[in-house]
């Protein structure tokens, strides 16, 4: 089947602009996760979905940064009036498990630059 | 203290020999332990996953994990060019979520 996709593979935003960012997760698969990944370093945590529940939000960096999931599957990150340092690779993974350890299968990102 | 420490690198070897991949954590917490591979411009793909005290052996690629020193390895053998990527260690921490490292640039020279 299909695997994690991701759109737009490529943002440019003007400082100040809001994006939004959309993740399909694995069919089937109930954890949705965020990552933010600056140049040169490992994703960073931002947010995990259970199903239509955010149940970690512990690592949005700022009350700009906004995710939901209303159905459980396709999820939105979204930006408001962007940063230079929101600059980064934003990488949606899922996993079919509701907990346990589980493989967490990453999309190809998308790229945002904020000018 | 960052939670999980790898040597950035670049680690050079020749083809065909053994590459080491360090990583040490902090959270005693963690209880899955996960090794990425990222190539340039792409996400990441899982290489290994390792749950228990000991090694985990899958094909060329050999995990190894010590809960009591808060470490975990990853060795390659008979690296090939195309095993040259940044290498992310990544324990799980409450909610299975992932903490990754910064990476190790690994680069097989033939």
């Known amino acids: 089947g299909a695997g994690v996709s991701q759109s737009p593979r490529y943002k440019v935003a003007k400082r100040g602009q809001d994006v939004a960012l959309r993740c399909d997760p694995i069919?089937?698969?109930?954890?949705l996760f965020w990552y933010q990944q600056a140049l040169g370093q490992g994703p960073e945590f931002l947010t995990y979905f259970q199903n239509e529940a955010q149940l970690d939000k512990s690592g949005l960096p700022s009350d700009r940064f906004f995710a939901e999931r209303p159905e459980g599957s396709v999820s939105t990150l979204k930006i408001q009036r962007t940063q230079q340092e929101d600059s980064a690779v934003y990488l949606c993974?899922?996993?079919?498990?509701?907990?346990?350890?589980?493989?967490?299968?990453f999309g190809p990102g998308t790229r945002l630059t904020v000018l | 203290q960052k939670e999980v420490e790898q040597n950035s690198g670049p680690l050079s070897v020749p083809e065909g020999a053994i590459a080491s991949l360090n990583c040490t954590y902090s959270?005693?917490?963690?209880?899955?332990f996960f090794w990425y591979r990222q190539y340039s411009g792409k996400s990441p793909e899982l290489i290994m996953s390792i749950y228990s005290n000991g090694d985990k052996e899958d094909g060329r690629f050999t995990a190894q994990l010590n809960k009591a020193s808060q470490y975990v390895s990853l060795l390659i053998r008979d690296s090939q060019p195309s095993d040259s990527a940044t290498y992310l260690c990544a324990p799980t921490q409450y909610g299975n979520k992932l903490v990754f490292g910064a990476g190790t640039i690994l680069r097989v020279k033939s």
């Open positions: 993974a899922s996993t079919s498990s509701s907990g346990g350890p589980d493989t967490q299968y």
């Open positions: 959270d005693r917490g963690s209880q899955s």
């Open positions: 069919s089937g698969h109930v954890s």
